[in-house]
């Protein structure tokens, strides 16, 4: 393996552990609000001193304001939505699977947005994913009742979508790829505090807008999960070079997030589902890695 399949391979086992720290921390009484909060300050606090040393750090200009108040919004509603969906006791396995709808999202996006026409093919790969997500979701055609965890777990991938199409167009000669990233959590704290105002008028659950004190083994954990779960992984996938993986092939390694994913869950929470959602999740899989054959194959 060359120092580029490395980067992702290392990227994917780190973000494969974004919902055991999210279990871990839920399993303590602590509400995904909180925790994302804490993420994304320590995420700050750790890409401040490597930007200032490498002398990339910039102010967002006036022209860039609005971009970064819609991709930070779009992030803390995405990371927020996924922390959630384990706040209501969905198991990993099942939320990350429903995360990875994804590629429908995108694809969905890429007709409405006439970048791309539908074809029968592509039709067929976002059916498929539905069906997937159908089978994860455990539910059944005679008692079709969604809860609130599912739910979330679908808006994270719709906003994870949203947030990869609006990460493509980040301003890239006046910003580095870390200096984006800074400006995302940046923006995205005020955001996800103005969101948790109403929230707690709507929700009593301290699980989803509680609010502690973390003691000592919580803020380990919470600075474990900015650093080995949302700086290193992100920070490795930008030094990744073209010329020594496809995109293909970097996102069919990212693809190992998922089953990671599930064997920790696994492991450590002894958290095992149905074989009919198991096949949902490899659907929704296989789904997606039918989406990068297809990206891979289309003209640039």
């Given at each position: 393996m060359n120092r580029s399949q490395v980067y992702v391979v290392l990227a994917a086992v780190g973000l494969s552990f974004i919902l055991v720290f999210a279990t871990a921390l839920k399993n303590m009484g602590m509400s995904s609000y909180e925790q994302l909060f804490f993420r994304l300050i320590f995420s700050l606090l750790i890409l401040l001193p490597i930007l200032v040393y490498s002398r990339r750090i910039g102010f967002v200009s006036r022209?860039?304001?609005l971009f970064f108040a819609a991709i930070g919004s779009t992030y803390a509603f995405f990371a927020l939505s996924g922390l959630s969906a384990i706040a209501?006791?969905?198991?990993?396995?099942?939320?990350?699977?429903?995360i990875y709808t994804q590629p429908i999202f995108t694809t969905v996006i890429s007709f409405a947005t006439r970048q791309e026409k539908p074809t029968v093919i592509n039709i067929v790969i976002v059916l498929l994913g539905v069906l997937g997500a159908?089978?994860?979701s455990g539910l059944a055609a005679a008692n079709p009742q969604i809860g609130p965890g599912v739910v979330f777990s679908v808006l994270a991938g719709f906003f994870y979508a949203v947030y990869l199409w609006l990460k493509r167009r980040a301003?890239?000669?006046?910003?580095t790829p870390l200096q984006v990233l800074f400006n995302t959590y940046l923006f995205a704290v005020p955001i996800l505090l103005i969101a948790w105002l109403p929230s707690r008028s709507l929700s009593t659950d301290p699980l989803l807008v509680g609010a502690i004190v973390p003691d000592a083994v919580q803020f380990l954990l919470l600075?474990?999960?900015a650093l080995v779960s949302t700086v290193l992984p992100y920070?490795?996938?930008n030094y990744v070079k073209a010329e020594e993986i496809s995109p293909t092939s970097e996102g069919m390694l990212l693809l190992g997030d998922p089953l990671l994913h599930a064997l920790w869950a696994m492991l450590f929470f002894q958290q095992y589902i149905s074989v009919v959602q198991y096949?949902?999740?490899f659907l929704i899989l296989g789904s997606a890695a039918m989406n990068l054959r297809l990206a891979a194959k289309r003209p640039s």
């Open positions: 022209n860039q304001i209501f006791g969905t198991p990993i396995a099942v939320s990350v699977a429903l159908f089978l994860v301003p890239k000669k006046t910003s600075f474990s999960f920070g490795l996938l096949v949902g999740a």
